[in-house]
C-alpha cells in the first residue's frame, strides 16, 4: 500500500501502512463537509507546538508536514507526512497536550478540525472512523514502544517510588523515556545536567521543561495535562467513580447512548484487571488478553464517544443528604451529578505480616505484569494467594523467573482456581505449589532479601533468599469513602436491589423499590467488585456496567 507518509524511525511496512493510511479524494472531502476549515501554511509555519492545548487535527491536501520530538539537544524527525495524510495521535481523542512539534516543510494547504468536530466524524462515519481510530492507536503504540514521548524519568530499580511512576505512566499509555541510574555510567554528570541531587530521585522531567522531584501521580498528571479541560461544576448525567471494567464498560454504553459521562480514576484505567498479565476466559479472546490491553481498548472506546475521564483523583466522599448528588475529590470542589455509578472495585488484601508495607514495591507487588517481570528473570519468586489473579501471575512469571512458589493457605486449588490454571501450574517444571502455607517473616534492608514461610498443617519453617513476592490474596472493597450514605453487608461491599433490607431503606423515600443494581440510596448504583454477591469476574463485572446504564436511563426519565 503506497503512503504519503515517510517515517524517520524504523517501523515495518505493515505497521506503517495501519499508522500511516493515505486518504482518498473522496475521503479527504468528507472531513471538509464535517465543518473543517482549509487552512493555508507557508513553509516554516509552525502548527503545533508541544503542550498545546486544545490541539488541532489536519488532514494534508498540499504540501508536507514534519513532526519533530523535542529535547534539550534538539529535534528528532519523527514522520513526514505528504497530500492524503492526517496528523495527531491518540492524546486527540484524550483531549490532552501535543507531545510533539508540526512544522511545514513547503507551502501547502490542510483542512483543519477541532477535537469535537473530529470526534463527530469518527462518531458518525464508520469508514473514517475506523481508519483514523486505528492510525491513532497504533501510533501511540509504537511511540511506547520506541520510548518516543515526551516524559524521561530518571529513577533505580531498588527505588519503590520508581516503579510506582513507570507503573503509573506504562498503564496510563504514555510514552516515556527510563534512565536507570544504577546502571548508569556516568550518574554524576546526568544528575548535575539536569540540576539534581541523588535524593531528589526519582524524578520526572516533564516535556523537557519541568523537573518533579519524587512527584505524586496527580502532580504527573497535572504536569502531563491529563485533566486539562474537565468542568468540574457541571452537572453530568452521570459520574462514574473507578475505571476497572465495570466503570469502563458503563462509560462507554452511557457515553454512546448520548449521557454526559465523567469517570473518576483515583489511579489509571483498568482496576485491579488491569494487573493482570494475561486473561483467558474472556469471551471473544481465544488466545487471551492483557489486562493492560484491554483496559486501553475500553479507555480509547470510551473516549471516542466523549466521555471525559480524569485521572490520578481519588473521591474521598459522597454528599449524599440532596440532590444532586456531590462527589468531593481529595482537593477542590465536589463534582455534581444527577446519578452516581460506583466502580471502586477491591483490592488485594494485606495480610498482617511484618514490614510487608516497608518493602511494597521493593520486593513485595501487587501486580504481575512485564514490569515487574523485568526485575525479577532469572530468579526464585513467590505468588501468595489461590485465586484466578495468583494462577495467572504464577504462569506468566514462570517464563522469565528461575521457580515460582505458590503459597496458598487450602490444601488445594480446585474450590478457587479454574481448571486450565491449574493443569498448567502442575504440568510446569519451574512452578511449585506448597499447600497450607504462609508466609510468616520478609527480611532486608532497603529491598526485600529473605522470605520465612511455615507449613501450618506439619510446623515446619523454611528461609529462603527470595527478592519477589507477588501477594494476590483475597479482595477489600474501596468503600471506606461511602461509609455512613450506603447500605454495606458484614465485608464492607455495597448491597444492592434485593440484597436491601427495611432497615437499610430507611432513607431511600421513592415511591418505588430499588432497582436489581441500585444501592439504598436512589439513582446510586453499584458494580462490579465493589457490589455485594458480585462474580469478581471481568465478564461479569463489564455486563453490570453496562446494564446499569440502561438503569441510569430509566431514573434519568423520572
Request: with cysteine.
Amino acid at each position: 500500500m503506497r503512503t504519503s507518509t515517510t517515517a524517520a524511525v524504523p517501523i515495518s511496512a505493515e505497521h506503517a501502512a495501519l499508522m500511516f493510511p493515505a486518504l482518498t479524494p473522496d475521503q479527504i472531502a468528507r472531513f471538509a463537509a464535517h465543518g473543517g476549515a482549509r487552512r493555508p501554511f507557508r513553509a516554516g509555519d509552525v502548527l503545533v507546538e508541544p503542550g498545546r492545548d486544545p490541539v488541532p487535527f489536519f488532514v494534508l491536501e498540499r504540501g508536507r508536514l514534519d513532526v519533530f520530538r523535542t529535547a534539550e539537544t534538539g529535534e528528532q524527525l519523527i514522520v513526514s507526512h505528504g497530500p492524503g495524510a492526517f496528523t495527531g495521535e491518540a492524546n486527540m481523542l484524550l483531549g490532552r497536550p501535543a507531545l510533539m512539534r508540526t512544522r511545514a516543510v513547503s507551502d501547502g494547504e490542510a483542512i483543519e478540525l477541532t477535537r469535537e468536530q473530529l470526534l463527530a466524524v469518527v462518531q458518525n462515519d464508520t469508514e473514517i472512523g475506523d481508519i483514523v481510530m486505528r492510525g491513532f492507536i497504533y501510533r501511540r503504540l509504537e511511540m511506547i514502544a520506541q520510548n518516543l514521548g515526551d516524559v524521561v524519568v530518571l529513577g533505580s530499580t531498588h527505588c519503590a517510588a520508581t516503579l510506582r511512576i513507570k507503573e503509573f505512566l506504562t498503564r496510563n499509555g504514555h510514552p516515556f523515556t527510563y534512565v536507570d541510574l544504577d546502571r548508569e555510567r556516568d550518574v554524576e554528570a546526568v544528575l548535575e545536567r539536569f540540576h539534581i541531587a541523588s535524593g531528589d530521585v526519582p524524578v520526572v522531567i516533564c516535556r523537557g521543561t519541568s523537573v518533579l522531584r519524587r512527584p505524586t501521580n496527580e502532580e504527573i498528571a497535572g504536569c502531563l495535562g491529563f485533566n486539562a479541560g474537565i468542568d468540574r461544576g457541571h452537572v453530568r448525567d452521570v459520574v462514574i467513580v473507578g475505571a476497572g471494567p465495570a466503570g469502563l464498560a458503563a462509560a462507554v454504553y452511557g457515553a454512546s447512548e448520548g449521557l454526559d459521562v465523567l469517570v473518576i480514576e483515583a489511579n489509571a484505567p483498568g482496576g485491579q484487571a488491569g494487573s493482570s498479565s494475561r486473561i483467558e476466559n474472556y469471551l471473544g479472546f481465544p488466545t487471551g488478553i492483557s489486562g493492560q490491553e484491554l483496559a486501553t481498548r475500553a479507555f480509547t472506546q470510551a473516549q471516542k464517544f466523549g466521555a471525559q475521564i480524569m485521572i490520578a483523583k481519588g473521591a474521598v466522599s459522597l454528599h449524599c443528604q440532596s440532590l444532586p448528588y456531590r462527589v468531593q475529590l481529595d482537593e477542590g470542589p465536589p463534582i455534581p451529578a444527577r446519578t452516581v455509578i460506583l466502580a471502586t472495585g477491591a483490592e488485594y488484601r494485606h495480610p498482617p505480616i511484618e514490614n510487608l508495607g516497608r518493602f511494597q514495591n521493593a520486593g513485595v507487588y501487587y501486580s504481575a505484569t512485564a514490569m515487574e517481570a523485568q526485575l525479577c528473570g532469572g530468579e526464585e519468586v513467590v505468588v501468595v494467594g489461590g485465586a484466578n489473579s495468583a494462577g495467572q501471575a504464577a504462569v506468566f512469571l514462570s517464563s522469565t523467573a528461575r521457580r515460582v512458589y505458590v503459597l496458598i493457605r487450602r490444601d488445594g486449588l480446585s474450590s478457587t482456581m479454574s481448571r486450565y490454571l491449574i493443569r498448567r501450574i502442575e504440568d510446569s517444571e519451574r512452578i511449585e505449589l506448597l499447600t497450607n502455607t504462609e508466609i510468616v517473616s520478609l527480611e532486608g534492608a532497603t529491598h526485600l532479601e529473605r522470605v520465612v514461610w511455615r507449613n501450618q498443617a506439619t510446623g515446619i519453617t523454611e528461609t529462603r533468599d527470595v527478592r519477589h513476592v507477588f501477594m494476590m490474596t483475597g479482595a477489600v472493597p474501596n468503600t471506606a469513602w461511602i461509609r455512613g450514605c450506603l447500605a454495606l453487608d458484614d465485608k464492607g461491599f455495597v448491597k444492592t436491589g434485593t440484597a436491601l433490607t427495611p432497615a437499610d431503606l430507611a432513607r431511600w423515600g421513592a415511591a418505588r423499590v430499588p432497582q436489581v443494581l441500585e444501592t439504598s440510596l436512589p439513582g446510586v448504583f453499584a458494580v462490579g467488585d465493589v457490589r455485594s454477591g458480585s462474580m469478581k469476574r471481568v465478564a461479569s463485572a463489564v455486563g453490570e456496567g453496562s446494564t446499569a446504564i440502561s438503569l441510569v436511563h430509566q431514573t434519568l426519565a423520572g
